[in-house]
């Protein structure tokens, strides 16, 4: 029952598709032998112009999908090149498979043609990573490195494939091995302990939903459980989309990112439960510190485990928790105190009236404000949707709810490389193609992955890319004025400066948007293009000055 493939890439397509995959991301070296084995299977490279680019296009359709993805690379330069996309999937837990090509074993140490040793490269920046050494390796490689990458923990693995291994005949003589199966755990009460105990005391809760929940909260388990224990509801900034925002105790990102209203509840809260999320900088500083209360964590990833705070640690999955607490809440005990969640309502309803009035002070302004931008994202858009965000100065105003409601939301993890969003919103649109796909970037970002998006819009179509124009980079421009740097000198942004230009096609529609009369309707139009299959840019530029509020309060950047 054996089964012979020319070479080693038909093998590795063959186990591709056995496990369900059916798109590959790469910009892949002189081995086009891969090429040839995706047709053959009726796979589909999306052709990338930059490794970094097809890593993070990967690493959104794999967010999106809760599906492997595949990138492939070439050797060398190549792989070095695709790094930081390697560091931001493992900290986003994306699961991606890098395919990448590798000088021949019998050339090793000779100085040959692109010789690195990519393995010692990568395997500081993903779950797994393995050279091929010789033929009969490759398809159990291939198997252990599906395995690695799908989890738990999910996150990348590098799978290198030497020139003399991937021009071999391959010979599979048994059984080719499967990815093992997950095991159905029936979810039963929270035994007695800590954590439990924890909950039942709790009169003031907060449930903060981290990055791991996505995907594993099929039913609203988690909206369930904030029910059952009167919390307010909150979400890292990887964390969003995982939720629905529009739940009635939902009261947005924590954090950096959180309005006044929210973190005056934060502030005087008893408890917070950590649902699958990593404990980072952004989520528990700025705005207001967190009170020293204790801190429930649930995460299957030991190394997503803070032991900076107070409180139980349970290593599992949260979802798995969070059906099991609810259980035993609901056989006694535990009632949060009746006037917090009224306090969340009126959180809530305060948020709205901000909202209210900062599109009120925007429409006394002459130019297209932010806030009013992403009002006009909102009243032209559909279900379902999706957006796709960078971390830049300005487009996060779309992190600070309730601007920007309901939908999916990918963004970059903590690491927020430039160009994360500009180019994950292919990957997103990819996985979703059913999806409103909505990118929300700056000038500097939409830049960095310009290239692809040309390149790559006939086979994607659909995505509307919003930039924010204020000439460059917004951020290190306003941390250069709070340092009172001169300008001429160190220049990073410049207002003003004309938005960046774009070559329209059959598929591509741009457009620069000044008129606020006409702003509602320039959206429309160009989501009604996207709806065809087109790829529509938006550029809207923006005053240096149209900075969010929590941002703002933070005071990280100048008042």
């Known amino acids: 029952m054996g089964k012979r493939y020319a070479d080693a890439w038909s093998a590795v397509v063959d186990l591709l598709v056995a496990n369900g995959v059916d798109t590959c991301f790469g ?103 393995h050279r091929v050494g010789h033929p009969d390796r490759l398809v159990p490689a291939t198997v252990t490195a599906l395995t690695r990458a799908m989890g738990p923990p999910a996150g990348p693995v590098y799978l290198e494939v030497p020139d003399d291994v991937r021009t071999a005949e391959i010979l599979v003589t048994a059984e080719r091995p499967t990815l093992p199966a997950p095991l159905a755990v029936e979810p039963v009460p929270g035994a007695p302990g800590p954590a439990l105990a924890a909950l039942r005391a709790s009169r003031r809760p907060v449930v903060l939903v981290g990055g791991g929940m996505r995907h594993r909260n099929d039913g609203g388990v988690v909206e369930r459980f904030a029910e059952r224990l009167g919390a307010a509801l909150f979400t890292t900034a990887s964390g969003r989309g995982a939720v629905d925002e529009r ?98 309502a009126d959180a809530r309803e305060a948020m709205s009236r901000e909202v209210e009035g900062e599109l009120a002070r925007a429409a006394a302004l002459p130019e297209i404000r932010i806030a009013e931008l992403l009002a006009a994202l909102d009243a032209t858009a559909a279900e379902p949707r999706v957006l796709v965000q960078e971390n830049g100065l300005q487009d996060m105003w779309s992190y600070c709810f309730p601007f920007h409601a309901g939908g999916g939301s990918i963004v970059p ?48 179509g659909g995505v509307l890319y919003v930039v924010l124009c204020n000439g460059g980079y917004g951020w290190l421009d306003a941390q250069r004025a709070r340092l009172g740097l001169d300008a001429d000198r160190h220049s990073f942004a410049r207002p003003g400066a004309p938005p960046p230009a774009v070559d329209e096609g059959p598929g591509l529609h741009c457009r620069v948007l000044r008129d606020k009369a006409a702003l509602t309707e320039e959206v429309r139009a160009a989501r009604q293009f996207c709806s065809g299959g087109g790829t529509a840019v938006l550029m809207v530029p923006v005053a240096p000055d149209d900075i969010a509020p929590p941002i703002r309060d933070a005071e990280v950047v100048p008042q």
């Open 27 to 129: 910009l892949p070296g002189d081995d086009l032998e891969l090429l040839r084995a995706l047709d053959a299977a009726g796979l589909e490279l999306v052709p990338c112009r930059d490794q970094r680019n097809a890593m993070y296009m990967a690493t959104g359709y794999a967010l999106q999908s809760g599906r492997l993805a595949v990138c492939a690379l070439g050797k060398g330069p190549a792989v070095t090149h695709a790094a930081t996309g390697l560091l931001e999937a493992r900290e986003s837990g994306a699961p991606v498979l890098v395919l990448a090509a590798g000088a021949p074993e019998r050339r090793r140490g000779s100085g040959g043609f692109q010789e690195l040793d990519q393995v010692a490269v990568a395997a500081p920046l993903v779950r797994w990573a």
């Open 247 to 344: 739940h009635p105790l939902f009261c947005g990102l924590a954090g950096l990112y959180a309005a006044a209203p929210a973190r005056e509840l934060w502030s005087s809260c008893d408890l917070v439960v950590s649902l699958a999320g990593r404990l980072e900088e952004t989520a528990v500083e700025g705005g207001t510190p967190w009170p020293p209360v204790t801190v429930v964590q649930v995460n299957t990833d030991p190394g997503g485990l803070s032991a900076e705070f107070p409180g139980p640690r349970v290593l599992g999955d949260a979802r798995h928790a969070v059906l099991g607490w609810s259980r035993a809440l609901e056989e006694g005990g535990g009632d949060a105190a009746e006037g917090w969640v009224k306090r969340v």
């Open 413 to 460: 993890s903590e690491q927020t490389p430039l160009g994360f969003g500009a180019a994950a919103a292919i990957g997103v649109k990819r996985a979703a193609p059913d999806h409103e796909v909505t990118a929300f970037v700056g000038d500097g970002a939409f830049l960095a992955a310009r290239a692809d998006i040309a390149v790559t819009a006939a086979s994607h």
